[in-house]
């Protein structure tokens, strides 16, 4: 069973420090306040789904510099072993979706499921997002599975009240979008990020290295097989980890990203 304090603790604490969005502050210190004051929430779904997502969302796609975009890797790491712990412990297997207590939580008369979003994202829409990323980052379609579940038990909801369900559209728009993943390796990526996150592009997923740095390979399968070109820094645009040629220039990188 996963420690969420021990798990939660650096995450937020090093976010801060990284400055995440102001959205994302307030609710991580909203999940704090409630896992420090009620036991039974330190096993909700929403606590655990909305660190992953924080760490995917703030340090993976935000507006990183070379250190951030470089330093993917523990973050990495944690958001994955988060999010494949909702499945083991909170997935419905049953009807699809995702409980807000964990399979090993003490016994309820009823198990309990949020769905809307409000005043918060919902877990099972959380989760859903959350598991979508990473299969953008990995390619791993084990993760898409249950997150397509969630959109089979809420859709017809979300449909006839979009607007309670605000976070679960987010997540379809993903999936049902063009999503694409850009790779950076290099020495100095800032003028190829830059690029990417100077428009809003919520589809798009980047993830960057230095030359030859293992961890990071091992940690995101996007970024295996990359490589700078004639030791300059590099994008490679990718569309479900099939990739065109890697690009070096700001200009070039604008124009992959426009017609992809």
Not at 30 to 58: H, K, M, P
Not at 206 to 213: L, T
Request: glycine share 6%.
């Amino acid at each position: 069973m996963v420690d969420f304090n021990l798990a939660m603790e650096p995450l937020v604490r090093e976010a801060f420090a990284a400055g995440l969005s102001k959205e994302s502050r307030r609710m991580a210190k909203a999940l704090a306040a409630v896992a420090e004051d009620d036991q039974t929430f330190r096993d909700c779904l929403n606590l655990g789904v909305a660190i992953s997502a924080i760490a995917l969302r703030d340090r993976y796609n935000g507006r990183p510099n070379d250190e951030q975009l470089t330093d993917l890797a523990r973050w990495f790491v944690e958001a994955r072993r988060l999010t494949e712990n909702l499945g083991q412990r909170f997935r419905d297997e049953e009807s699809g979706g995702f409980f807000d207590t964990a399979s090993d939580h003490e016994a309820l008369i009823v198990r309990p499921r949020s769905f809307e979003d409000h005043p918060i994202p919902s877990g099972s829409s959380s989760a859903a997002y959350a598991l979508l990323q990473l299969n953008a980052f990995t390619g791993d379609r084990a993760f898409e599975r249950p997150a397509v579940e969630v959109f089979g038990v809420l859709h017809r909801a979300a449909a006839r009240h979009p607007q309670a369900f605000g976070h679960l559209l987010q997540a379809l728009h993903f999936y049902f979008s063009r999503a694409r993943e850009v790779a950076l390796v290099g020495d100095r990526l800032d003028p190829l990020a830059q690029i990417v996150r100077r428009r809003y592009r919520p589809t798009v997923v980047i993830a960057g290295m230095r030359p030859g740095d293992e961890e990071a390979t091992d940690a995101i399968p996007l970024l295996r097989g990359r490589e700078p070109v004639d030791g300059r820094a590099a994008a490679y645009v990718c569309e479900n980890f099939t990739c065109r040629l890697p690009v070096t220039e700001p200009e070039e990188l604008e124009r992959a990203l426009e017609s992809a």
